[in-house]
């Protein structure tokens, strides 16, 4: 029985910052719930900040505003004082009643995920509660260390040295400067916290392999031979490599789903061929899906995904747990243990055919196995975008495939 969960948190698929494209493509039976949507794109680490924040700021702001206005009406209409009281009341008072306006976005975002989550699969009401608390509290913390300094400093001298202008005006200023203040802190945290991961990973001895990659599916009904394919394009791109062999790949649950925008992969690969000892492997896979950038108009669009893969090759002589195990007496096994959680795993077995030129490009065509209806084709590039692109098109001209950002994970129902 497959773990359905483990499965949405290994394809790292964070719907909530992540634009969706449904071409009009109608796949043949048996149809799989993961290729109804091929290309899933996250939005930009900025977008994703300035959006969440900004939801949470804006509701502080509609009521800091608010307040500021009604507070500095009644100070100048029913209650007077004396003018530096007023500043300071002005100062104080909207930093004092936005707080509640921090948890107000966080609340309804955990009703619209009660209320759309089936009954079977809803949490307890204090989980989402406490994710109320923790989200609404972590947007009140950031505000704190910088928005209402900002805020008292601004509003105070601005009531000094601009006193025609309204309190509230102020008040707007502040948030906006915050505003951007603030996300991209948290922009430069979630990548220094990438980097800070990274170098562990170097130091405890992992291959670090970045590169771009695009796949696509390729119905088993074409009447291309597989074979053909890379014929065509080992001569079409001068890819004088070959190589088949049998892949099996052992996935981990992630302690992190994301990072820094970036979904997270791990697993143990054992590669098998006939002209090899077979080769094992630990690896943590950093995954981001893009668009490319086109200069001109063109029929296709190229989604890529990019990838920067950390790799540790384990011992031959064990089975990959046993392997994965005893490396756990050195860092790079502490390390690789300790981006999983618990003994939830997933098998997935395929068959691989490749073509390439080790310095420019990698083509590849994976079968998973006789009850999945489409073959799994890869193009890797490691700096030559151009040819990527280039390779990209020929493919989608050429033959009948489907571009999508899917990993192999996403299809476990048919493995």
Known sequence: MINTKLVAIVQGQIHNNIKCIAPELL???PEHPSLKTFIEVPDSLFKQAYRHFGEDMGSAFFINVGSTALIELLLSKFFPVGIETQRLILTFAGSMTENIGFYIPNLLRAWNTYRTTPIENRLPIRSYLKDVLIKGSITLMWDTAIHDPLYWISMYLGQIFLPATPAWLIAIASFILALI??????????????????????????????????????PKTSNTPVQEILDTMASKFNLYEKF???YHDKYFRPSNEEIAGRNVLVRTRERETAEAVPRKSAQVIFVKSEQMEQKCKSMH????IKKTKFRYILQQNLSLLESLFTSGLNKAGRLILKRTRGNESMNITFN???????????????????????????????????????????????????ITTHPKSSLMDYI
Request: proline share 4%; aromatic share 18%; glycine share 2%.
């Open 301 to 304: 669009n190229y989604f890529v």
């Open 352 to 402: 691989r055919m490749m073509v390439r030129d080790p310095e420019k490009l990698y083509f590849a065509i994976d079968d998973l196995n006789e009850h999945f209806p489409y073959y799994i084709v890869e193009l890797k590039a490691w700096s030559d975008l151009n040819m990527l692109k280039e390779a990209m098109r020929f493919l989608m001209i050429k033959y009948p495939v489907h």
């Open 27 to 29: 796949f043949s039976e």
């Open 244 to 246: 088949s062999g049998q």
């Open 181 to 218: 203040i603030i996300t991209n802190a948290q922009v430069a945290l979630k990548e220094i916290k990438y980097a800070m991961l990274a170098r562990s990973l170097r130091k405890a001895g992992f291959e670090e392999e970045p590169y771009y990659e695009a796949r696509f599916y390729l």
